[in-house]
Nanobody, 123 residues
């Protein structure tokens, strides 16, 4: 089983950037699709972005397309979420997760989540 630790969250002004890393350990990272999700208190967790294990396929939530970029460094066992042009509605706790299948990752919420990292965008 892979262990995931998210970091990089913080307070940022609207329009600003933030980069979230997620470090993985425990099993072979290179053969897993990786994804980012977010949750606002009182709302369901939602899919944000996913990347295939080779990095050649990516999927995004419509509202973040053109602003967020997911990438991965398999040598460092780390997946990143570069967030640009942040909006107050992006405020949430951000989580990463993994699955062998990118479609499953993007469409099915896992039962297992890490601590996440808080992103707060001020207007």
């Amino acid at each position: 089983q892979v262990q995931l630790v998210e970091s990089g969250g913080g307070l940022v002004q609207a329009g600003g950037p933030l980069r979230l890393p997620c470090a993985a350990s425990g099993r072979t990272f290179s053969y897993l699709a990786m994804g980012w999700f977010r949750r606002v208190p009182g709302k369901e967790r939602e899919f944000v972005a996913a990347i295939s294990w080779g990095g050649d396929s990516t999927y995004y939530l419509d509202s973040v397309k053109g602003r967020f970029t997911i990438s991965r460094d398999n040598a460092k066992n780390t997946v990143y979420l570069q967030m640009n042009s942040l909006k107050p509605e992006d405020t949430a706790v951000y989580y990463c997760n993994a699955d062998p299948n990118i479609i499953t990752l993007a469409t099915t919420l896992s039962d297992h989540w890490g601590q996440g990292t808080q992103v707060t965008v001020s207007s």
